[in-house]
C-alpha cells in the first residue's frame, strides 16, 4: 500500500503561482510514476501533469509552459509548481501514484483563482 498527502493549495490572484507537494509513504518501491489531476465542479477530473520512472514528463495542454511537475526521489515528493495561474485553474488537486496503472490517490487540496 502507498498513502499520499498533499499540501500547499490555497486562494491565490490571477497570475499568480502556488506549488503543490504530495509526500508518498509507504511501499514506494513500486511506484514508476506519479502525476497531479485536478477536478472542478460539474466536470470530469483531468490529468495535469505527470513524471514517470522520476524523469519523463507529460503535461495537459491548458498547463503546457505554465506548470512544471519534478519529483525529489530522496524524500519521496512530487511537486507541482504552479505559475500564472488562471481562474479555469480552479479545482480540487489530486495527487496519484502506481506502477502500471493510477493506484493511489491521495485526498486532494483546493485551489481557488480568484480576484
Known amino acids: 500500500q502507498v498513502q499520499l498527502v498533499e499540501s500547499g493549495g490555497g486562494l491565490v490572484q490571477p497570475g499568480g503561482s502556488l506549488r503543490l507537494s504530495c509526500a508518498a509513504s509507504?511501499?514506494?518501491?513500486?511506484?514508476?510514476?506519479m502525476g497531479w489531476f485536478r477536478q472542478a465542479p460539474g466536470k470530469q477530473r483531468e490529468l495535469v501533469a505527470t513524471?514517470?520512472?522520476?524523469?519523463?514528463?507529460n503535461y495537459a495542454d491548458s498547463v503546457k509552459g505554465r506548470f512544471s511537475i519534478s519529483r525529489d526521489g530522496a524524500r519521496n515528493t512530487v511537486y507541482l509548481q504552479m505559475n500564472s495561474l488562471k481562474p479555469e485553474d480552479t479545482a480540487v488537486y489530486y495527487c496519484?501514484?502506481?506502477?502500471?496503472?493510477?493506484?493511489?490517490w491521495g485526498q486532494g487540496t483546493q485551489v481557488t483563482v480568484s480576484s
Open positions: 513524471i514517470i520512472n522520476g524523469d519523463m514528463t
Open positions: 509507504g511501499s514506494i518501491a513500486i511506484i514508476w510514476r
Open positions: 496519484s501514484a502506481g506502477s502500471s496503472t493510477w493506484s493511489y
